[in-house]
C-alpha cells in the first residue's frame, strides 16, 4: 500500500518557474518524493490567479487555493488554513507536511509534521507597508502558538534552535533543503567577471547595499558585470534601485534579468564567477546551497544561518551585510583571482553532494514519515 502525503506549501504556479526559497524546495522534494514507487504526493498551495484544481502536474496532483481578500497575514492562519483542513479532510492523506508556517498548524490533529523555513515575525520587518509593528504581533503569537502545538518539526539549519527553541517542544529532525540533480551537472568555468545574484528584488536582499559595493568593484574592474536575477517585490522598491544604479554610474554593467525558469538559472550559474548574497535576514538560503552545488564560490552575510552553509575562506567568504567596503574587497577578491574562484567552487561541490543532494534529503524526510505514523501505529 502506498503512503499517501499531502504537503502543504507554496508551489511555482508556472512549471518550472520558482519565484521564492520554499517554492524551490517544495518542487525539489515532491518531484523526488513522487518518483519513488512507495508515495502518493499531493500539493495543496495558495494562489491569487485562477489556477485548475486538482492540477495534474506529472506523478504529483496539485489543489490549489485562492487567497481570499484578506491580508496575507490574517488570511494564512483563518481562511486560508479552514479551506485547506477541509481539503485535506476529503484527500486522507497518511500524513501532512506542512513547509513553513506553523499557523497552518493549528487545529490539525492528524499525524502531521512542520518545516521551519524562517521566522516570519523577523522577515516581515524588512517588508515595509501599514502596521508593521501590528503585523509583526499577529504573526509573532500566531506562530508561536503553531510552533508549540508541532509534535514533529524538521530544522534545515541549527540557527533556528538559537533563535526559537524554547518554542519547539515536540520532536525535532535536522534535515537541510534538497537540491535538484540539474545543479550537480553545472561545470562553472569561472572564466567570465560575472558577478550573480538570486532572489527577491526587496530591502531584506540588501540590493542597495549590493549595487553600492559593485560600484566601487567596478572603479579598478571596469570589465565586471553583475547580474540580478529575481522578481522585484514592489515596483517602487525596483525604481528605487533603477535610481540608485543610474547615480552609481553603473547602468551598462548592470543587468535585471527577472525570475528565470530552471535551464536559464543553470546557464547563470554555469558563467557566474561567483554567487553574493548580502542580506539583511536569512535562515538557509536555497541559492547559496545551488551555488555550491554548481561548483560556484559564494560571497555572503556573516549572520542567521549562513554561517552553517558557508566555510569562510574554503567554499566562499562571510561578510558583514552593512560593510560595502568589506563586500567590495571580497568580491574583487574572486574577480582577480580566477583559480581561488575555481579552486572554492570545487570544494564547495564536494561539500554540496554530501549535505543537499535532493535524494539524500528525499531518503531522510521519507524516514521520518515513517516514524511518525509507527509512533501513531501505522505501518506503511
Known amino acids: 500500500m502506498k503512503l499517501k502525503l499531502a504537503m502543504v506549501t507554496a508551489f511555482p504556479q508556472t512549471p518550472g518557474l520558482q519565484t521564492g526559497g520554499i517554492e524551490t524546495v517544495a518542487f525539489n522534494l515532491a518531484d ?21 484544481s486538482p492540477e495534474r502536474r506529472g506523478q504529483l496532483t496539485i489543489h490549489w487555493i485562492s ?32 513547509q513553513g508556517l506553523a499557523g497552518w498548524t493549528l487545529g490539525y490533529s492528524k499525524p502531521h509534521v512542520l518545516t521551519i523555513h524562517g521566522i516570519a515575525e523577523e522577515d516581515v520587518m524588512y517588508k515595509g507597508g501599514p502596521f508593521l509593528k501590528l503585523r509583526r504581533h499577529i504573526l509573532a503569537q500566531i506562530e508561536r502558538q503553531g510552533r508549540k502545538r508541532t509534535p514533529h518539526v524538521i530544522i534545515i539549519n541549527p540557527y533556528v534552535v538559537t533563535q526559537i527553541g524554547d518554542q519547539l517542544v515536540g520532536t ?11 545543479f550537480f551537472s553545472v561545470t562553472a568555468s569561472q572564466l567570465s567577471p560575472r558577478i550573480l545574484y538570486i532572489g527577491r528584488i526587496s530591502s ?12 566601487l568593484v567596478h572603479i579598478t574592474n571596469s570589465s ?16 528605487k534601485c533603477t535610481n540608485l544604479i543610474e547615480e552609481l554610474g553603473i547602468r551598462s554593467s548592470v543587468s535585471f534579468l527577472g525570475s528565470l525558469k530552471r535551464a536559464a538559472l543553470l546557464s547563470e550559474l554555469e558563467q557566474a564567477r561567483c554567487l553574493v548574497l548580502v542580506t539583511k535576514q536569512e535562515n538557509s538560503p536555497m541559492v547559496i546551497a545551488e551555488a555550491m552545488a554548481a ?10 544561518g549562513i554561517p ?8 566562499g567568504f562571510l561578510v558583514d551585510p552593512g560593510n560595502v567596503q568589506e563586500i567590495a574587497t ?8 580566477p583559480l581561488l574562484a575555481k579552486k572554492m567552487g570545487q570544494l564547495s561541490k564536494t561539500v554540496a553532494a554530501t549535505r543537499f543532494h535532493s535524494s539524500k534529503v528525499a531518503e531522510s524526510t521519507l524516514a521520518v514519515y515513517k516514524n511518525i505514523l509507527s509512533a501513531s501505529g501505522i505501518n506503511m
Open 295 to 304: 561548483g560556484v564560490p559564494v560571497i555572503a552575510s556573516r549572520i542567521c
Open 67 to 98: 487567497n481570499s481578500r484578506l491580508p496575507g497575514f490574517l488570511d494564512y492562519w483563518t481562511i486560508f488554513r479552514w479551506r485547506t483542513h477541509r481539503l485535506l479532510r476529503i484527500i486522507n492523506p497518511d500524513i501532512t507536511h506542512f
Open 172 to 182: 525535532l529532525w535536522e534535515i537541510e533543503n534538497p537540491i535538484a540533480e540539474e
Open 308 to 315: 552553517h552553509m558557508v566555510k569562510d575562506g574554503e567554499t
Open 204 to 215: 531584506l536582499k540588501n540590493i542597495e547595499g549590493l549595487l553600492r559595493s559593485f560600484a
Open 224 to 239: 565586471a558585470t553583475l547580474r540580478l536575477a529575481g522578481a522585484p517585490e514592489t515596483s517602487e522598491y525596483m525604481q
Open 32 to 52: 523526488r518524493l513522487s518518483s519513488l514507487t512507495e508515495i502518493e504526493v499531493h500539493i495543496v498551495a495558495p494562489t491569487n490567479i485562477h489556477m485548475p
Open 330 to 337: 571580497k568580491l574583487k577578491l574572486f574577480l582577480d583571482n
